[in-house]
């Protein structure tokens, strides 16, 4: 009998502060044989689902021009809307999650059959807001000083620290997080002090590196 939740590999979540490098982390725990799951990957996914896209502009659809020339759905005008409103979040959020959240458990499902997993991981940073987080036997939480993580998200998405702080109080507190982590990695000191933290904590766990 398997002693992990999905199948016969462990898998170990990633969640974080915005910017603190979870996807980069992800990354260093693949290089010793994880398969990722991309949780931002299938947030995207899910406003092309003709459902999800249909209930989305049903509610919103008459507020915003949130459909490109291209027919692709305009992420930040959605955002520019939800995340001024608690309560528009909350419907947003009622919309995407129980859909990412079956994405998520058939992903870890394909990982867990893939003969070269030898464990999978799963990206995502709203796992444990969404309520899925169970797919998981460990929970890692990718921690960064506030600046640095600040310093990420301007060059990467050219936010202000309004908008990183708009995007932090639609999750849970770095503390709530904290409280269900099993370990915590820092990623502030380039890719390869993230490794040698990973594969510290891999070893940790009886899945040392390879």
């Known amino acids: 009998m398997t002693p992990f939740r999905h199948g016969p590999k462990p ?26 799951v991309d949780g931002d990957a299938l947030g995207h996914a899910a406003l092309a689902d003709p459902a999800v896209r249909r209930r989305v502009l049903d509610r919103w659809g008459h507020r915003a021009n949130l459909i490109r ?7 930040r005008a959605l955002a520019g809307i939800v995340f001024a409103d608690p309560a528009e979040r909350s419907a947003l959020e009622a919309i995407v999650f129980p859909w990412i959240g079956e994405q998520a458990r058939a992903a870890v499902r394909r ?9 999978v ?8 807001e969404a309520g899925w987080s169970d797919v998981c036997d460990r929970i890692v939480y990718v921690d960064a000083p506030a600046e640095v993580r600040l310093s990420r998200v301007a060059a990467r998405s050219g936010w ?22 099993d370990a915590v990695i820092v990623n502030d000191a380039g890719p390869d002090r993230l490794q040698e933290q990973v594969d510290r904590l891999l070893t940790a766990w009886g899945l040392g590196p390879v």
Request: net charge neutral; glycine share 12%; charged share 15%.
């Open 69 to 75: 020339p291209d027919g692709s759905f305009d992420r």
């Open 121 to 128: 991981v799963v990206d995502a940073a709203v796992m444990l």
């Open 11 to 36: 898998t170990v979540g990633l969640v974080g502060g915005i910017g603190a490098g979870k996807t980069t982390a992800a990354l260093a725990f693949a290089a010793r044989g994880g398969a990722v």
């Open 160 to 181: 202000t620290a309004a908008d990183l702080a708009a995007r932090e109080a639609a999750q849970w507190p770095a503390a709530a997080k904290l409280q269900q982590a």
């Open 111 to 119: 990982a867990q059959a893939d003969p070269l997993a030898r464990f």
